[in-house]
């Protein structure tokens, strides 16, 4: 359990350093944030994570939905 608290928090912080150094979009930060919870709150079953993330594709194709043009 320690190793794995170890690995997850390695990951995180070395997520977050690329991602600032990279780029500064929230949407790039998210998603290696939120998968331990997400795969917490499903028992570990990766049929939740990628129901989740199919979830926020197509919410995303929804939110943009209303987008006429790009000036």
């Known amino acids: 359990m320690i190793g794995y608290g170890f690995l997850v ?9 690329l991602t ?8 790039d ?3 290696p944030a ?3 919870f997400i795969l917490l709150l499903g028992g570990g ?3 939740t994570l990628f129901a989740a993330g199919g979830a926020v594709a197509i919410l995303g194709g929804l939110a943009i ?5 790009v000036r």
């Open 9 to 17: 928090s390695l990951v995180l912080s070395i997520t977050t350093i």
């Open 45 to 47: 079953s990766y049929s």
């Open 29 to 31: 930060a998210l998603p």
């Open 65 to 69: 939905l209303p987008v006429r043009r």
């Open 34 to 36: 939120d998968t331990p």
């Open 20 to 27: 600032s150094v990279m780029s500064s979009t929230l949407a």
